[in-house]
């Protein structure tokens, strides 16, 4: 864990803040310990609710990074990242993520589900999709 990084989250965090958005921030830091990217939270200014830094980075590291290069960075962020941002972090190869607070409850309430329904049907255009990755 590198204080001086995650000291940078919680600065980009307060950025966030003081410029009209919610109180998060993000950076990515390379293998060899330097900074590849830095985002903040910009879901209100943006009008976007997927404006998080996490799924920004995220984001950014599928796109930039070669697979081995993601696996081997850390992701220092200001809060736990959320659900949303936690599956996209997966998808994205980033390797660890160091974050300072914790995400002790959420303000939005889970959006109800069922299923599944027509599985015979719904699972051919995914068969072997995966197996080809």
């Known amino acids: 864990m590198n204080e001086e990084h995650l000291r940078r989250a919680i600065a980009l965090a307060a950025e966030a803040r003081a410029g009209g958005n919610p109180p998060f921030g993000s950076l990515l830091v390379g293998p060899d310990g330097t900074v590849l990217a830095e985002e903040r939270n910009s879901s209100i200014t943006d009008n976007d609710i997927t404006a998080h830094p996490e799924l920004k980075l995220a ?4 796109r930039e990074l ?3 290069t993601a ?4 992701m ?5 990242p959320c659900g949303m941002c936690a599956g996209a972090l997966a998808r994205s ?9 914790p995400m002790t ?3 939005f ?3 109800p589900t069922e299923g599944p329904y027509l599985y015979e049907e719904a699972k051919v255009p995914v068969e072997g999709y995966y197996a080809q990755k």
């Open 93 to 101: 190869g980033i390797g660890h993520v160091v974050f300072a607070l």
């Open 105 to 107: 409850s959420s303000r």
């Open 109 to 111: 309430r889970p959006v």
């Open 59 to 62: 984001r950014w590291a599928a």
């Open 76 to 80: 220092y962020t200001s809060c736990e």
């Open 71 to 74: 696996a081997g960075t850390t």
């Open 66 to 68: 070669d697979a081995a």
